[in-house]
T-cell receptor, first 112, second 115 residues
Framework: NAGVTQTPKFRVLKTGQSMTLLCAQD?????MYWYRQDPGMGLRLIHY???????AKGEVPDGYNVSRLKKQNFLLGLESAAPSQTSVYFC???????????FGSGTRLTVV | AQSVTQLDSQVPVFEEAPVELRCNYS??????LFWYVQYPNQGLQLLLK??????LVESINGFEAEFNKSQTSFHLRKPSVHISDTAEYFC?????????????FGKGTKLSVKP
């Protein structure tokens, strides 16, 4: 099925470890986004990309890095995980700047 | 800067009763407005959107929302809810042609439908 695929779905990290979350979309969308969802906080934008090779900071970028080397993939990296990064991470993509996003099913990350 | 306020964090309601989930936004420019639904342990799904034209927009499962520019609101309504409507609902705003379409989300309203 066409859509946005996130891997992994679950992960437990120790403080200080690093990891990369992968987001892949097969809809030829230009725009891709990484959000984190925390209870009572809604969704907050971490980083986004408006096209291959471009990235920009969102509302809460500290502690995260991203790359968009291929149009269909958007990677989110945690260089040195902290307990405050325990969250559910969602990737989304859109064809253009308006019209709504297609979301992945999320990655539940726990940092201990 | 834009912002979205969802006035109720939780809304309990009995099956077949009407429901309204309130959403207010602030923006200095024209906006696009969205409602997303998140079922337990799933991602967000687009429920309905207002881009232009008729201020009343409808979804395929009986929800509707009305854009009220003077009150800067985009409340979501359903005349008769089902158990299956139990989910968290997020209102979101995007400014007209700016910010690369970044959506600003409200903090969500958990709708709990009881039998």
């Amino acid at each position: 099925n066409a859509g946005v695929t996130q891997t992994p779905k679950f992960r437990v990290l120790k403080t200080g470890q690093s990891m990369t979350l992968l987001c892949a979309q097969d809809m030829n969308h230009e725009y891709m986004y990484w959000y984190r969802q925390d209870p009572g906080m809604g969704l907050r934008l971490i980083h986004y990309s408006v096209g291959e090779g471009t990235t920009a900071k969102g509302e809460v970028p500290d502690g995260y890095n991203v790359s968009r080397l291929k149009k269909q993939n958007f990677l989110l990296g945690l260089e040195s995980a902290a307990p405050s990064q325990t969250s559910v991470y969602f990737c989304a993509s859109s064809y253009r700047e308006v019209g709504g996003y297609t979301f992945g099913s999320g990655t539940r990350l726990t940092v201990v | 800067a834009q912002s979205v306020t969802q006035l109720d964090s939780q809304v309990p309601v009995f099956e077949e009763a009407p429901v309204e989930l309130r959403c207010n936004y602030s923006s200095s420019v024209s906006v696009y407005l969205f409602w997303y639904v998140q079922y337990p342990n799933q991602g967000l799904q687009l429920l309905l959107k207002y881009l232009s034209g008729s201020t009343l927009v409808e979804s395929i499962n009986g929800f509707e929302a009305e854009f009220n520019k003077s009150q800067t609101s985009f409340h979501l309504r359903k005349p008769s809810v089902h158990i299956s409507d139990t989910a968290e609902y997020f209102c979101a705003v995007s400014d007209y042609g700016g910010s690369q379409g970044n959506l600003i989300f409200g903090k969500g309203t958990k709708l709990s439908v009881k039998p």
